[in-house]
C-alpha cells in the first residue's frame, strides 16, 4: 500500500478514534509520528492516557506507551526527551520485573546521555527470554560497553549480537573491540566479513589496514593476480587498440577481485580510473570518490581523476572544487606526487586524455583544459599532453 494511502487511513481512523481506548488512539497516534506527521495531535493523547493511568496505576502499558509516544515526539518538541524518561520511570514503577519496561527506561536514559543507567537497564532488560535473541539491542550495550573502554564486555555483547544476525555493524564493532584488545587476527577477519556484507564500509576499510599496520602483516594477495594487473596496465608502448582490449580484460579482473576480496582498498581508485577511461563517468566518480574518503587527503590522484569524472559529465564547478584541492594541496601531506608542482599536479588531470585520446572529442572535455590552464598556469603535464 503507498505510503500516501497508509497515512490517510491512519489520520482517518484517529478521527473516528473517540470511542477507541487510549490504547488504541496511542498507537494510531505513534504510527503517524513514526511516518513524519508532524501534525499528529499528541498532547491529548497523552492526556487520555494519563487519566487512564490514575484510574489505575498497576497497568504499566499505560506510562509504557506514553513513553514511547514521547520519545517519537523528541525529535519535534525539545521537552520530548525529559518526558519520555518520567514515563517510562512510572512504567518500571508500575511493573519493576516487565522486560519492556525496563527496554523503555534504557532508551530514555540513553536519549539523556545518562549511559551507564541506561548499561544497567538494558542488561535487565536482556535477561528476558523476548530480547536474548535481540541483535539490535546487544549492539547497544556493545557500544555503551565500548564507549566506557570495557572492550571484554563490548566483544561479548557484539559476538551475541553477530550470533543473532551477521551484519555488517554487528562485524565492524566486534572488529573494533577486539583490535582495542590486541587480538589484530581476529579483528582483521571480523572487518573483512564486515566488508563482505558491505563492501563499501569506509570504517571497516580503515580498521582492517589499522590492524595491519599494527600488527602482523597478512598473507599476500594471490601473486598471480598482481602480476596479471601489472602486465595489463603496462600499456605505454602498446597501441590504443590493445590499451583498450586490456582495459576490458582488467576492468573484468578488477570487479571479479573486488567481490572476492572486498577488503583490498587498491582496487577501488583502479576500478574508477579504467571506468573514467571507458567512459562510465557516474560509476567512475563513485570509486574515486569512495577511494579519496578511504585514503583522506594524500590521495591527489584519485581527487584529480574525481574532477576529471565530473567535468565529463557537465559538472564543471563541482570539477573546479577538486581541482583547487588539487593545486592547493600542501606539500607536506605525503603523497606520491612530492611537493607541489603545478606540471606534475596538472598532469593528473590530462593523463585521461592520453591514455584514451578519445576523450578530448567529448563535450566538456574544453572546459577541462580551460580549467587546467586557468589553475595550473599552463605548460605540459607529466604525460606531456599540451595544457
Known sequence: MPVSST??????AERRARHLSPHVRA????????????????????????????????????PLLM??????????HADGTARALSYAERAVAAAPREASARYQLAEALSASGLEQRALAEYELAARDERYRADAELSLRIGVLHYNRAQFAQAREAYQRAA????????????????RALGDYESARTNYRQALLLEPTLVDALRGYWGVVEEGDLPEPGN??????TR????????????????????????????????????????LGYCALLQRDFVFAEERLTFAYQLWG???????????VARALQGRVDEARTDFLALRDAPDDLGSDLGPADAGRRAG????????????????????????????????EGEDGARL
Open 7 to 12: 497515512r490517510d487511513l491512519i489520520a482517518e
Open 27 to 62: 498507537r494510531l497516534a505513534l504510527a503517524r509520528l513514526r511516518r513524519g506527521d508532524r501534525e499528529v495531535n499528541v498532547e491529548s493523547v497523552l492526556l487520555a492516557l494519563d487519566r487512564a493511568a490514575e484510574a489505575d496505576a498497576s497497568d504499566f502499558r499505560l
Open 67 to 76: 513513553a514511547a509516544l514521547a520519545t517519537a515526539q523528541g525529535s519535534v
Open 163 to 178: 550470533a543473532v544476525r551477521s551484519t555488517s555493524a554487528a562485524h565492524l564493532y566486534l572488529g573494533d573491540s577486539l
Open 223 to 228: 601473486r598471480s593476480f598482481e602480476r596479471l
Open 231 to 270: 602486465r595489463l596496465a603496462e600499456a605505454e608502448s602498446a597501441s590504443l587498440t590493445v590499451r583498450r582490449l586490456r582495459r576490458r580484460v582488467l576492468s573484468r579482473l578488477l570487479l571479479w577481485r573486488f567481490k572476492r576480496h572486498p577488503e583490498d582498498a587498491r582496487l577501488h581508485y583502479m
Open 297 to 307: 587527503p594524500t590521495d591527489l590522484e584519485s581527487l584529480g581523476a574525481r574532477g
Open 348 to 379: 593528473v588531470v590530462v593523463s585521461p586524455f592520453y591514455w584514451e585520446p578519445t576523450l578530448v572529442s567529448l563535450p566538456h572535455s574544453e572546459e577541462v583544459f580551460a580549467l587546467t590552464r586557468e589553475l595550473f598556469s599552463g605548460g
